[in-house]
């Protein structure tokens, strides 16, 4: 809000804005906001730092505890692979570093690309962060390929895989993954990075990598360009194949997008291997164009990739609730759903509603309404399982698709949740000490007694079609409420029950995507 005074000065809620200026206030402002500034990035990397160095602690208590790894809960074709993997990949590594003849000009690029990653690492950890504990229930593309494809083509194996060292060390200390599946990520990184410099020797890139000057004649550009496509193929496919094997194995299943991500996700993949041929490039040429560049470069793409997600990830999230909104659930239930036609598993939907939700708005206003949403939201994330696809249907109702789940497991998890949902107790509730509204709302204590009411449809013994599945489970809910609520009831075979007062459908255009059709 701004306005104009009496004197004319125009003003704004937070001061004056075109109060006269000083040149020592200026110079003032401009050190207070650089020393700021100094003072964020110190604490950023004193963060990253002390991150990584309380690794030290988390790796030791694995180290002491094999038994409780957990490779072990895996199936026996996949602990031989990965196990196998690994050792094959830390043989070659050995062998190639024992042929290293380190020189100077390989120390000089490795410093400066080794800062460039440093740099890059640091000034995207939050927001990388983010975008992990985001894409736990699918695909994450980390997009450090941009130097560690550079480094795989201008270094000696020795020093790039000691780089990627140093980068997979700082990501494990935001992944909160598990140290099995990191391991066998950083070794399938390795076979990349071998691989890529094995190509590199083979071919004439070798020398005009060691030359720093760019071909001149059209025959040995095409054949540099070849090589560069060669070693970005490489390192793409290697890491897709090993990693993909791997999941195979450990789930059971053998779906493209289950194994290897969606296209998009691989478009990222592809960009930043476009990325670190040019950091190949300009590193070939003169190692100081790199950090001038390719920093920029690579921090305004991922940043604008990590604000893109961000949007995406918000729009498709309830803000009361943080689960999945009514349009975002449909896409990932019906091609759970799908998946498990295909595998022939069985799904169970889950729909439920909060018992008598009316007084709690009465009661303790629209705010109050908002805790006890919060409330059951958290008693789902906490009863359900990273790959089932839980969401806030509208108003007082909730959405739960479970993947490779029985009739037994499906009214087993139904009856934890609403029995979870009856014993929570609700705290930070107020409300107003009469009836009249210009009393001031006062706090209450913990309160218990939201309930829900839940229907439980299972496919494919009530249906295979999504949209069918859905008026199952929801036909269920209804018959859950008017039998008394707070309580779970299964949908019958056959359609003898009597139908909601308003039957309703999914508005998504997936709501057939479960057909029994099995159409990828």
Same mark, same amino acid.
């Given at each position: 809000?701004r306005?104009v005074t009496?004197?004319?000065?125009l003003?704004?809620?937070?001061g ?11 110079r003032?402002?401009?050190t207070? #906001?650089?020393?700021?500034s @100094?003072r964020?990035f ?5 963060l990253a730092a002390?991150?990584?160095?309380r690794?030290?602690s988390?790796a ?7 038994a409780g790894?957990e490779?072990?809960?895996l199936p026996p074709?996949a ?5 196998g ?6 043989v070659w +590594? ?5 042929k290293?003849a380190l ?7 490795f410093?400066?690309? +080794?800062?460039?990653a440093?740099?890059y ?6 927001p ?8 736990r ?5 980390d997009q450090?390929? $941009?130097w560690l494809g550079?480094?795989a ?8 895989l000691?780089?990627l060292?140093m980068?997979?060390?700082q990501?494990y200390?935001i992944?909160?993954?598990?140290m099995?599946?990191f391991?066998?990520?950083t070794a399938?990184?390795g076979?990349?990075?071998?691989? $890529? ?8 890139l070798?020398?005009?990598l060691e030359?720093?000057?760019l ?7 095409a054949?540099?360009a070849v090589?560069l496509?060669g070693?970005a ?5 290697s ?6 094997? +791997?999941?195979?194995? %450990?789930?059971g299943?053998?779906?493209r ?7 998009s996700?691989?478009?990222?993949f592809?960009y930043?291997?476009?990325? %670190? ?5 300009l590193?070939?040429v003169?190692?100081?164009l790199?950090p001038?560049v390719?920093?920029?470069v690579a921090?305004?793409?991922t940043r604008?990739s990590?604000?893109?997600?961000d949007?995406i990830?918000?729009s498709?999230?309830?803000?009361k609730?943080?689960l999945?909104?009514e =349009?975002s659930f449909?896409?990932? +239930?019906?091609?759970r759903?799908l998946?498990?036609?295909?595998d022939?598993?069985p ?8 018992d008598?939700?009316k ?7 629209h ?5 006890v ?10 009863n359900t ?6 969401g ?5 109702e909730f959405?739960?698709?479970l993947p490779?789940?029985?009739r037994e497991?499906? @009214?087993r998890?139904a009856? #934890?949740?609403r ?9 930070g509730?107020t409300e107003?000490a009469s009836g009249h509204?210009?009393?001031e ?6 309160i218990?007694?939201?309930t829900v009411?839940i229907? $439980?449809?299972?496919?494919p013994?009530?249906s295979t =079609? ?5 008026r ?5 809910m209804?018959?859950a409420? #008017? ?8 949908a019958p ?5 009597p139908s909601?007062?308003?039957p ?5 255009p997936?709501s057939?995507?479960?057909d029994?059709r099995r159409e990828?």
């Open positions: 809000m306005c009496d004197g004319g000065v003003v704004s809620e937070f004056l804005l075109n109060e006269p200026k000083t040149g020592t206030r200026d003032t402002a401009a207070e #906001r650089q020393a700021g @100094l964020g110190a604490d950023t990397v004193g002390a991150r990584v160095w690794l030290r988390r030791w208590n694995t180290l002491r505890q094999p790894w490779l072990w809960r074709a602990i031989a692979w990965m196990l993997t690994e050792i094959a990949v830390a +590594a050995l062998y190639s570093g024992f290293d020189t100077t000009t390989d120390l000089v690029r410093g400066v690309i +080794a800062c460039c440093i740099w690492l640091v000034q995207t950890q939050h990388e962060e983010q975008r992990r504990a985001d894409d229930r699918g695909e994450h593309i450090t390929a $941009v550079g480094a083509v201008l270094l000696p194996p020795t020093l790039s000691t780089l060292l980068v997979r060390v990501r200390s992944a909160h993954k598990a099995t599946t391991l066998f990520t399938a990184h076979a990349s990075i071998l691989g $890529v410099h094995t190509l590199t020797e083979l071919t004439s070798h020398t005009w030359s720093g000057t071909p001149q004649r059209p025959g040995d550009i054949l540099a090589a496509v070693a193929l490489w390192y793409f496919a890491q897709t194949l090993l990693i993909s094997i +791997a999941r195979g194995l %450990a789930w299943g053998w779906r997008q289950k194994l290897i991500g969606s296209w996700d691989n478009a990222d592809v930043a291997l476009q990325l %670190a041929a040019c950091t190949t490039i590193g070939a003169n190692i100081a790199v001038l390719m920093i920029g921090l305004r793409s604008l990590q604000a893109l997600a949007t990830a918000r498709q999230r309830d803000r609730t943080g999945l909104t =349009d449909h896409a990932p +239930a019906a091609l759903l998946e498990d036609q295909t022939e598993r799904t169970a939907f889950l729909m439920l509603d909060l008598h939700f007084r709690w708005n009465d009661k303790y206003g705010s109050g309404g908002d805790i949403l919060g409330c059951v939201s958290a008693v789902l994330r906490h399982r990273t790959s089932d696809v839980v806030r249907w509208g108003g007082e959405a739960v698709l490779d789940t029985t497991e499906a @009214l998890v009856e #934890r949740i029995s979870a949902v009856a014993a929570t107790a609700i705290t509730l107003l509204a210009t009393n709302p006062r706090a209450v204590g913990p218990h007694g939201c009411s229907g $439980v449809g299972l496919s013994e009530h =079609d999504y949209g069918e599945l859905f199952a489970a929801d036909s269920a209804y018959e409420k #008017r039998g008394g609520r707070n309580r779970v009831v299964l075979v056959l359609a003898s029950a909601p007062p308003e309703r459908t999914p508005t998504s997936l057939r995507a479960g029994s990828w």
